[in-house]
């Protein structure tokens, strides 16, 4: 065969291979999204250098944010990790479906337990056909029923329990609490690294599938202890002249937390991942003022109910759906995800859920405020709170809170005083009953739903 025969011979196979490949990427594009959501712990929100910080670099995170809508008035549901953990996983507000507080080793010190009947994102995620998983911390229960992999998760690679008393030993009270689905395990390494490197394992292997994938990636920094790499840690150091120890800690950990984002969001663009990946970024609560954490110019910080406990660092990114470089004022809270990652995904939102999706503004579409009153609600032990509850109502620019519960209501006009400066409580006793009326009326419903572990 001469090679003017031998080309007219392989040109319809090249034609069937170049049309076959376009046809393949254009499935591809076309595909269901995939899910990546990183929720971090106890970041505070002016602990980003796109949020303010001037101390501290976080190249990575910053990028990630540009590459989409960063929102400059989002709030976690509540100013600790469990409640919050539950609002994002459910849809629900903490309290309806059974974790008002921090779920903890000791029964005595635990103030939660996620019901059978909750819906997780996994649940919903699976059943349509998506590979679920989890990597980090979960935080949401201890033991069967209530782990990742009989919540929906097909895959759980992380920690069950709260903190970690040390980020290299992974225990809590002596106990091993790193799993790999359902078997312990026993990892060598910092907690944030191995997260890093399970994520970039995960998503390797996704991409050599069809399947689309839910991923859940909690990462475990920055919260307490505060104990970066000492690499990590002299950096900062030696760049931060002057800087306060403590302070230098919690940057150095949170510059280490910011390189691991940046190999998981690596590997998304190696493998082509991000060219059909939602990726969303939030953190779970307020920053740790006794930690080093930088709330901004917001009042307080962790457990309160005051804005440094509740305001968040947030952005959500999805190539060729999100336009690049947006940022938006529009007000959103952390269980208002659940139903905008099922809409993205084409999914149906289940029924009876409190929160509403926020696709349209991720689209660039105008949308109404999302509700019109806004709950905020925790439960705690101690002697600080007795096993009682602090709990915060947002009604337009007016907030109604009691942020202990030895203490009397409060109330501000986050309008005119945003830092929560000025107690309008005896000034405008009107406003204060409206908003302390609802609240009380949103404290019977959460009544209905038990928030301890069924007795034997």
């Known amino acids: ?81 469990s409640p919050t953990r539950a609002a994002l996983l459910t849809g629900r507000y903490q309290d309806m479906v059974g974790v008002p507080g921090v779920i903890r080793t000791h029964p005595q010190n635990s103030w939660g337990y996620l019901v059978p009947s909750a819906v997780t994102l996994a649940d919903v995620f699976q ?57 312990q395990v026993d990892p060598e390494g910092h907690a944030t690294d191995l997260f890093t490197e399970w994520t970039c394992d995960f998503l390797k292997q996704q991409a050599q599938t069809e399947q689309p994938f839910f991923l859940y990636l909690a990462y475990n920094a920055p919260h307490t202890p505060i104990q970066p790499p000492a690499d990590w840690l002299e950096k900062v150091k030696q760049r931060e002249a002057g ?41 779970d609560n307020g920053g740790q003022l006794s930690a080093g954490a930088n709330n901004g110019d917001l009042r307080d910080g962790k457990q309160s109910m005051y804005e440094g406990g509740l305001k968040v660092p947030t952005g959500v990114v999805w190539k060729d759906h999100i336009s690049p470089n947006e940022e938006t004022d529009f007000m959103a809270m952390s269980m208002d995800l659940f139903p905008t990652v099922c809409e993205a995904a084409g999914i149906k939102v289940p029924a009876g859920l409190d929160s509403v999706s926020i696709l349209p503004t991720l689209e660039g579409k105008t949308q109404t405020p999302l509700r019109k009153h806004w709950f905020f609600r925790r439960r705690e032990g101690g002697n600080r709170y007795g096993g009682k509850t602090i709990e915060a109502v947002r009604s337009g620019d007016w907030k109604l809170l009691q942020n202990s519960p030895f203490a009397p209501l409060e109330l501000y006009n986050l309008k005119t005083d945003p830092l929560e400066k000025e107690n309008l409580a005896e000034k405008n006793r009107k406003k204060f009953n409206e908003l302390s009326t609802l609240l009380r009326a949103e404290i019977q419903r959460y009544g209905s739903v038990p928030w301890q572990k069924p007795l034997k």
């Open 127 to 183: 059943e349509a056909g998506y590979h679920t998983g989890i990597v980090g911390k979960w935080h949401l229960g201890l033991e069967a029923p209530n782990v990742p992999n009989q919540r929906g998760f097909d895959f759980f690679r992380g920690f069950l329990g709260d903190m970690m008393d040390d980020y290299y030993h992974h225990r809590r009270h002596d106990v091993n609490y790193m799993r790999f689905n359902e078997q």
């Open 243 to 283: 800087i306060d120890p403590a302070r230098a800690k919690l940057v150095a950990l949170i510059e280490h937390l910011d390189a691991g984002i940046g190999e998981v969001v690596k590997t998304l663009d190696e493998t082509g991942l991000s060219e059909n990946t939602l990726v969303i970024f939030s953190s």
């Open 1 to 81: 065969m001469n090679v003017l025969n031998l080309l007219r011979y392989l040109f319809p196979v090249f034609l069937v291979l170049i049309i076959g490949n376009q046809s393949l990427q254009a499935q591809k594009s076309q595909a269901r999204p995939n899910v990546l959501v990183i929720l971090v712990d106890d970041l505070g929100y002016g602990d980003l250098s796109s949020y303010g910080a001037t101390d501290l670099k976080s190249p990575h995170i910053d990028a990630l944010l540009k590459r989409g809508m960063k929102f400059n008035n989002f709030y976690a549901n509540c100013p600790v990790c």
